[in-house]
């Protein structure tokens, strides 16, 4: 199974549609949706997670689990009952965000010191939906370190959560290099429970050792998919070489025809500069209309020039 990961401010419901148009993802999780003291309404799901509308799915058919963070048991059982009325597949529960004003607020990987909450939310997620919509989670190793990975593992598994994916960092790692993926090893040696490793897989050798080394047979990819999007059907065996610039060309005008109709106007030719950036990584010829369109803002432009 190839995961979609959730990047906030990156990877929202616009690249998660052309990504899985790309094919070879089985699943992806949502940006995490933010639950502080309140019951949301419904309209602030669909917001995030439009995909909701359509049967929680989307244009390529794959399947979208949102995911929520928070640290207040009641109100994040309340909030998954409500959310499960939009009858996704899954809820997913948010314990690896290293942002400092999430973890500021009691939201995210602070919550690693504490597995005995962590296990409170995850039960009370567990019994506030019903038996068919599936709850996972997704840790790090640790806050400032990876002494408790297996005290959240286990928390997490023995409140009937599903799945867990651990990201081979602590919150004190952030996003360096390199993701420790051996660390998921012990998680995986000890708890009967579906594991999905993630963290640092930009290539199929790097998902290869991440498999090996975690002993985990599911991944979870993010930034690498950005900046490949043929990365899941080459992980999957479906594909031998990447995708070439000229298939790719059309996917991204159908993302930036999807931003000019969604996003504000001074945000639209950022967002398309931002995935040009990532995509440097993999082209070539991204690197040389990133160069070219670098001080370039007004979309039509931007349009012109790239398509």
């Given at each position: ?27 992806c999780v949502s940006e995490f949706i ?68 999430v973890n500021r607020h009691r939201g ?139 298939e790719l060309l059309p996917l991204m ?55």
């Amino acid at each position: 199974m190839i995961v979609l990961a959730p990047m906030e401010g990156l990877l929202d419901h616009i690249l998660r549609d052309v990504l899985t148009r790309v094919g070879g993802v089985d699943r992806c999780v949502s940006e995490f949706i933010r639950v502080t003291d309140q019951l949301l309404p419904s309209r602030v799901f669909t917001r995030i997670v439009p995909e909701l509308k359509t049967g929680g799915r989307t244009a390529a058919g794959v399947p979208v689990h949102p995911q929520l963070l928070g640290s207040d048991v009641q109100c994040m059982a309340e909030n998954a009952a409500r959310l499960a009325e939009l009858k996704p597949e899954g809820i997913d529960l948010n314990f690896g965000c290293p942002a400092k004003c999430v973890n500021r607020h009691r939201g995210g990987a602070v919550l690693l010191d504490e597995p005995e909450l962590i296990h409170a939310i995850v039960a009370a997620v567990r019994r506030a939906v019903p038996a068919d919509v599936m709850v996972s989670a997704k840790m790090r190793l640790g806050f400032m370190d990876d002494s408790r990975t297996l005290d959240v593992a286990r928390a997490i598994h023995e409140a009937g959560a599903s799945e867990i994916v651990v990201h081979a960092r602590t919150k004190a790692d952030g996003y360096k290099p390199p993701a420790y993926w051996e660390r998921i090893a012990a998680v995986r040696e000890a708890l009967p429970i579906t594991l999905i490793a993630n963290g640092e897989i930009w290539t199929v050798e790097h998902a290869e050792l991440a498999r090996e080394r975690s002993g985990c047979e599911h991944l979870m990819l993010g930034r690498g998919m950005v900046a490949d999007p043929g990365l899941a059907l080459r992980v999957a065996g479906a594909r031998a070489t990447p995708l070439p610039w000229g298939e790719l060309l059309p996917l991204m005008r159908l993302f930036f025809d999807q931003v000019r109709a969604t996003v504000a106007p001074r945000h639209q030719g950022g967002r398309l500069k931002q995935w040009l950036h990532y995509l440097k990584r993999a082209y070539p010829e991204a690197e040389a209309a990133y160069a070219a369109l670098r001080t370039v803002n007004a979309a039509d432009e931007l349009a012109l020039r790239l398509f």
